[in-house]
């Protein structure tokens, strides 16, 4: 499968790129900076350079590929932001464009309080304590995925939770249309390997997945 992989440079882009790659799928990585991405990767990958707020800088790519997946987050910490409202706007633009397609998304579960979560989590900590914490970035999520929800394309929503640089545990467990019970954290590595999955699941068309490790 020919793959667009966007927000490529970032821990999650990374880590799929390299699993992707290693699967045997053919990846397109698209940069702001082809230097920032690993060296090893940038002869694994082909790897260009598209500014992914601009849905005509992207269209070529999108045109030319299976599926796409969008890793593309926030790096304004508390600050107000509009980055993963504003790519998936655009990456949605160019794949309409294009004729539709497959396309997954990664969000998170700290906005999702809801089934699968305990009590303490579904009406403490996710809403008084993270919500207050993260509420910017939190927003821009919501946004992104009522687009997403809304665009006529195959889609699949993925909310990990706290994301680690830990090694790959070659598991994880999943949810559809809930959280995962105590899933409080996920590795990069193991998160690249459920976006995959899902990219190869037809049933994950249309709904949310919620995975954890």
């Known amino acids: 499968m020919r793959i667009a992989v966007f927000g490529a440079t970032g821990g ?17 990585a698209v940069v702001r900076d082809a230097s920032r991405l690993p060296a090893e990767l940038r002869e694994r990958a082909e790897v260009v350079e598209a500014d992914v707020m601009d849905p005509l800088s992207i269209a070529a790519v999108v045109k030319e590929c299976d599926a796409a997946i969008t890793a593309v ?13 504003d790519s998936s706007r655009s ?17 998170a579960s700290g906005p999702a309080a809801g089934p ?31 687009q997403l929800r809304a665009a006529a394309l195959e889609w699949t929503i993925v909310r990990p939770p706290r994301l680690t640089d830990k090694p790959a545990k070659g598991s994880y467990r999943k949810a559809v249309d809930r959280n995962v019970p105590g899933g409080f954290s996920i590795s990069r590595a193991d998160l690249a390997t459920a976006l995959l999955d899902a990219l190869d699941d037809p049933a994950s068309v249309g709904r949310v997945i919620s995975v954890a490790g």
């Open 12 to 28: 999650t882009g990374v880590e799929v790129v390299r699993r992707a790659a290693g699967a045997g799928h053919e990846v397109i």
């Open 91 to 107: 990456v949605i633009a160019a794949m309409d464009a294009a004729g539709g397609g497959r396309l997954i998304m990664v969000s």
């Open 116 to 146: 699968g979560d305990d009590p303490f989590t579904r009406y403490v900590v996710k809403p008084l304590i993270l919500q207050r914490l993260l509420k910017h970035a939190f927003d821009d999520m919501r946004v992104a995925e009522r």
């Open 73 to 85: 987050g926030t790096r304004a910490g508390r600050a107000p932001t509009t980055v993963c409202a």
